[in-house]
């Protein structure tokens, strides 16, 4: 039963960053990418530190910490470990993302986000000495293929423009992502997620702000945009950020990673129904190839 959480997790996490990924281009009318990911982090991360320290906090971590064997000591080794996690997470990813997004479709942000899964799987084997099978290499051309071919519209945009720069910028963000995933498996086992999943946030969104002032960059939102920055920073990332920890203890770093690219489909799919953004045949099919090999992938590892 405890695995079945661990893939709920995961689940749920793809569904909130898919509509997390897919609202923010609402916000990026208004805000530049890097103001928008500080503020979007910080309010995560007050939220966070809010949950911590109420007596919300020991009925959250006795739920959670239940069946698993748990550590309460962040040794300096894990701090420095977590602090590389906020750089690569919560720092450099969503300045890209953001940055690409504002570029590009949401519909093909969400689906080129799907390249995180190929960073994971290489960064596993090289690290944490995972294995990869012929059906694993199968899933590789099946990502591979349709991130080219999603990221230059069918081949037609070869040149270097705003479309391509934009797409290279949300398949670099993946990267950073898979660099956090793999190493957050070495924080998961901590009996607090609360308040390393709060410190983590704080690091990324507090490193955003100082930059985003530093360029005098303008924070100005229309006050019927702020439920929406509200319910992406308190619903979206605070639920989410911990609710990786917890998966990745439960299920590993590369099924994790492997459920969270079906994030994807959720974010096209938000993209489409909210934003109202076309969702071609193409799109569709080359999402769907990207979504089998997520499958593939994740078949593998059973």
Known sequence: MNRAWGY???LTVALLFGVWFSLDK???GYLHPFALAALTYLIASVFLFIINFSPLKEKILNFINRKSEVEDFITKKEY???ALTAVFGAFIAPALYLSGLFRITA???AL?????IIFIILLGVLFLKEHIGKKDIIGFAFLLVGAIFLS??????????QNLFGSLLVVSASFFWSMDTILSKYLSHKRNIIFVTALKTAIGGSILLIISLIMGLDFYLPIDKIPLLLFIGFICLSFSLPLIYFAIRIIGSTRTGSIFSLSSLFGALT???VLGELLTISQLSF???MIAGVYILYMGER
């Open 8 to 10: 709920l997790s995961a």
């Open 26 to 28: 609402t916000l990026l």
């Open 80 to 82: 420095f470990i977590l």
């Open 107 to 109: 519909v093909n942000a």
């Open 112 to 116: 080129l986000a799907n390249a995180e």
């Open 152 to 161: 230059t519209n069918n081949l037609q945009n070869l040149s270097f423009n």
């Open 271 to 273: 993209a489409f129904i």
């Open 287 to 289: 999402g769907i190839l």
